[in-house]
């Protein structure tokens, strides 16, 4: 049986670097909440074990694609390499958030696909062993995978439940898209911001400490955030592209968007707490 299955993207509302560990790996404090907008995966469990893409991202070969990558983990862990009475999937992608963006779409993406499969194969895993699993993929998909805003702490593998203001956000998609380790190599990037708790860094004017080499290194991005902030508080999420300006109401957030220039291209959405994809699970239990 065929199920559609939701996979939002995600804004981080604040996001600190406070150190860099021996590994390359980046030590942050941020705060992440969900949109109630994304991609869309249709998938339809298959037999003999295949995982088959049936459209291809242009640029991103199969064996690289997150997607497939999370299928054939979740059947490796569930069933034997050689076991051919294993199942497979045949999965279509509706995509519409932007590679590179900052927006987490391919970690979305793979959080979806291990949960939806996760219950459409049968396999009975508790969520924790999920996001053990997506954490092999990347250090956001297990936030996907529970689902629930957070105060991700540590390389983003340390979750705590949070609890922000479900505002509504313009997000504008500047066409181009920031690769993570250009950012994080960056030599100008602040790496000793202050360890704080989240009651501590939820009374601050949120930052993000991205957002000086992103602006400086990209014009796209400036020219778009220069224009946010003259409507409402703005900045970037994540280390991509995109920017977003919040709002109290959707009828504001909307009338910014009216008034944007032809040369910039935005959505508004809703933040919400817990992952369109949870509301989607329950509903097909």
């Keep these: ?119 459409q194969w049968g396999c009975a895993l508790t969520t924790p062993t999920l996001a053990r699993l997506g954490m092999t993929l990347s250090s956001d998909v297990p936030v996907f995978v529970h689902g629930q805003a957070a105060f991700a702490e540590g390389v983003g593998d340390q979750l705590t439940p949070a609890f922000p203001a479900e505002k509504w956000y313009l997000v504008c998609v500047p066409p181009i898209s920031i690769a993570t380790p250009r950012i994080f190599g960056d030599p100008e990037l602040r790496r000793d911001a202050e360890k704080r708790s989240l009651a501590e860094l939820i009374a601050l004017p949120f930052q993000n400490d991205c957002e000086p080499i992103v602006r400086k290194s990209f014009s796209l991005v400036e020219r778009h955030l220069a224009w946010l902030l003259k409507y409402a508080p703005s900045r970037l999420t994540g280390t991509g592209s995109c920017v977003f300006a919040e709002f109290d ?37």
């Design 249 to 285: 109401t959707e009828s504001a957030a909307r009338q910014v968007l009216s008034l944007a220039p032809e040369w910039m291209c935005g959505f508004v959405a809703r933040g919400v707490n817990i992952s369109p994809l949870h509301h989607a699970l329950l509903m097909a239990k």
């Design 1 to 119: 049986m065929q199920y559609s299955w939701p996979a939002p993207a995600k804004l981080n509302l604040f996001l600190y670097i406070t150190g860099c560990r021996a590994d390359g790996y980046h030590m942050l404090q941020t705060l992440v909440q969900f949109l109630d907008y994304g991609d869309t995966l249709s998938i339809t469990p298959t037999v003999g074990g295949r995982i088959r893409l049936l459209n291809q991202l242009e640029g991103v070969a199969e064996e690289d694609n997150l997607i497939v990558r999370a299928a054939q983990l979740l059947q490796r862990y569930c069933w034997a390499v050689d076991d051919s009475s294993s199942p497979g999937a045949d999965i279509f992608l509706d995509k519409v958030l932007p590679m590179g963006g900052g927006l987490g779409g391919g970690s979305s993406d793979a959080a979806t696909v291990l949960v939806a499969l996760n219950f």
